[in-house]
């Protein structure tokens, strides 16, 4: 096992964990009652194991499940979550475990920011995007009919537990998704880790967990740099989320799983970094055949309704007076932030998709 640090929280990475939740929790100094929230999928799988846990180590847990699915991240799922826990008698000194990918990391990481204005978060991440990216940075929500996060809150994790052993449920398609941003952080970042990943080999347990540290030391640290997202370090992170963003809506959240729109929003980067960074065409190549590599997404359906993602782009909230905070890479292992790219240079980039 691996302990990682993050902000005041710890991160702790290995095998055979979930069964140590209690333990775990104790060491970080929790005390009482807790609510473990989980959706319709993973509750199945791994909830009467992490709540054994919590009651062998004299934590008294109630579950709440509510239906897998991003449909399930809302502000009255988060109000009915906050009702059963008050209904449950749980107080100021209780404490929240999330179970579950990014949505159940987001919604009930704001349940635990609102509840008595503040508990503790547990987060037990059970998709590799979740591990590598959700988990890491504090940032808490809910969806509207509006878009995506619309209402949230920073409230960092006082503890997260990515246990290997339950990545082995996980659908491949979903598994994968992770892995663009994973991608998106060896193309910032890293270009030793970037070449690891070309030689990538499925099913090798160190390898992943040494990956997993790796991404969360990345994006911890960028994190760490500008925590609250107002100096503008955080947005190093949005690397092929401007029109990976844009996809998604387009699609109506539907088409496309986040981090396969994220790989369709990096390819469209590179396109831009070629122009206006001087990314080779060689490295733009070697960053496609990776992403296809892992059965990710490169280019878009010829039906898929382009208009919609300019559309869409247009209402992104960091558009401003024609131009767009963008972030290219010049090379494999640097991103960068720039405010010279325009509407023309995306429209062209999503044209070439
Ligand atoms: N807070 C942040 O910084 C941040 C960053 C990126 C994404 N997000 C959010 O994360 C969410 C996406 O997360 P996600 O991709 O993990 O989706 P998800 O949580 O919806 O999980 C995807 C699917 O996999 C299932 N699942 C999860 N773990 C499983 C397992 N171990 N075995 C079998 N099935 C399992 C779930 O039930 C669900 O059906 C979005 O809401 C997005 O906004 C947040």
């Known amino acids: 096992m691996t302990a990682l640090r993050a902000g005041a929280g710890r991160i702790l990475i290995g095998e055979r964990l979930l069964p140590q939740t209690g333990d775990k929790c104790r060491t970080v100094g929790l005390l ?24 062998s180590s004299g934590f008294r847990p109630i579950l709440i499940t509510i239906p897998a699915g991003e449909k399930s991240k809302t502000l009255k799922q988060a109000g009915a979550i906050c009702e059963q826990m008050i209904a449950a008698g749980l107080d100021r000194q209780s404490f929240v475990v999330g179970l579950g990918g990014g949505m159940i990391g987001d919604i009930s990481g704001f349940v635990a920011a609102i509840y008595h204005r503040g508990i503790p978060h547990v987060q037990i991440p059970t998709t590799l995007l979740a591990m590598v990216d959700s988990s890491i940075g504090g940032k808490t929500g809910v969806d509207t ?46 270009a030793k880790m970037f070449r690891t990943l070309q030689s990538w080999k499925v099913g090798d347990a160190t390898a992943l967990q040494t990956l997993i540290k790796r991404n969360i030391q990345i994006k911890s640290r960028i994190v760490g740099r500008d925590e609250r997202d107002k100096t503008g370090e955080r947005a190093l992170l949005n690397f092929g989320h401007t029109v990976g963003h844009a996809i998604e809506r387009a699609g109506n959240y539907r088409k496309f799983l986040h981090g396969e729109a994220v790989s369709l929003g990096i390819v469209a980067a590179c396109t831009i ?26 280019g878009l359906p010829l039906k898929f309704p382009r208009k919609k993602i300019f559309n869409a782009i247009k209402f992104d909230k960091k558009f401003e007076g024609g131009k767009v905070r963008f972030v290219v890479t010049p090379r494999i292992g640097t991103g960068r932030i720039t405010h010279d790219v325009t509407l023309d240079d995306i429209r062209e980039a999503v044209k070439q998709l």
């Open 32 to 55: 009482g009652r807790c609510a473990i929230i989980s959706d319709s999928n993973v509750a199945q799988l791994f909830a009467a194991c992490v709540s054994k846990s919590l009651v």
């Open 145 to 190: 009919g509006d878009g995506k996060n619309l209402i949230g809150a920073f409230h960092q994790p006082s503890l997260v537990i990515d246990d290997l052993d339950v990545l082995k449920t996980l659908p491949r398609r979903e598994f994968n998704q992770g892995f663009a941003e994973i991608i998106k952080h060896a193309v910032i970042t890293d």
């Open 273 to 298: 970094s070629m122009k206006k960074a001087g990314l080779s065409v060689d490295q733009r190549d070697a960053i496609v055949d990776l992403l296809r590599g892992f059965g990710l997404p490169t």
